[in-house]
């Protein structure tokens, strides 16, 4: 919509109009004395929405003028989804698997030192034997 100059033109003129009817209408005062709006501002509203079905209307209208009994605490007590709780056992299953996958990480990381290592030796072997050869032809 902000890239579409129909629409902010359309919406221009919708504001304009508004401020020009100066008519209760709005259900607050832009000065900051906002009142609640009573069910029946606010199920006039609903009525004058395009897009809604009837069925649609006649749920918010019966939620509107029969609320549901209870109080706030009721509806967080109802619906409000409690925090995971962990016991001991959780967290004692949690640091072994993490110390597990160390020890493996530990293993294959030792496993390869140990095998260059190796390679090292076997190449430092290798020159001092060819350095020996060399030595024995030269004398």
């Known amino acids: 919509?902000?890239?579409?100059?129909?629409?902010?033109?359309?919406f221009a003129e919708d504001v304009a109009a508004l401020a020009a009817a100066g008519s209760g209408d709005h259900l607050g005062d832009i000065g900051g004395d906002y009142k609640m709006p009573s069910v029946d501002e606010v199920w006039k509203l609903i009525e004058q929405m395009e897009g809604i079905s009837d069925e649609e209307k006649a749920n918010l209208k019966e939620n509107l003028y029969n609320p549901?009994?209870?109080?706030?605490e009721d509806f967080m007590r109802r619906y409000a989804q409690p925090g995971p709780v962990h016991s001991s056992w959780d967290y004692t299953i949690f640091f072994a698997m993490i110390a597990v996958i160390v020890l493996v990480f530990a293993l294959f990381g030792y496993k390869l030192y140990k095998s260059l290592m190796e390679k090292e030796l076997k190449r430092q072997e290798k020159q001092k034997t060819k350095q020996a050869k060399k030595s024995k032809k030269t004398n």
Request: glycine share 6%.
């Open 1 to 10: 919509m902000a890239d579409d100059p129909a629409n902010q033109k359309q």
């Open 68 to 72: 549901q009994e209870g109080t706030a």
